[in-house]
């Protein structure tokens, strides 16, 4: 949801072209792609905190989700997630 605002908001920016703003949705878009493949492609055991850990900082997983793994594995992902 937060991409689709970001593009209401550079769409909505009067004192742009609209070649700019196709650029800027552009590069918008395939940021959040990359960051997206990053965290859901390839996944294994090894890395799967790291990517448990990206998913709460982009808002892609709810504390009722998180609730379903160890009390280990939801301090690990506060202590990495800077929420201590």
């Known amino acids: 949801m937060r991409v689709l605002e970001e593009i209401d908001r550079i769409k909505s920016?009067?004192?742009e072209s609209f070649h700019k703003k196709y650029l800027d949705i552009y590069d918008l878009t395939r940021r959040r792609d990359k960051e997206?493949?990053?965290?859901?492609?390839?996944?294994?055991?090894?890395?799967a905190l790291?990517?448990?850990?990206?998913?709460?900082a982009h808002g892609l997983v709810t504390e009722e989700e998180l609730s379903?793994?160890?009390?280990?594995t939801r301090s690990l992902v506060e202590v990495l997630s800077g929420n201590c």
């Open 68 to 72: 379903q793994f160890s009390q280990e």
């Open 13 to 15: 920016d009067s004192t």
């Open 50 to 56: 790291g990517h448990l850990v990206q998913m709460k």
């Open 36 to 47: 997206m493949a990053r965290i859901f492609d390839n996944p294994r055991r090894s890395v």
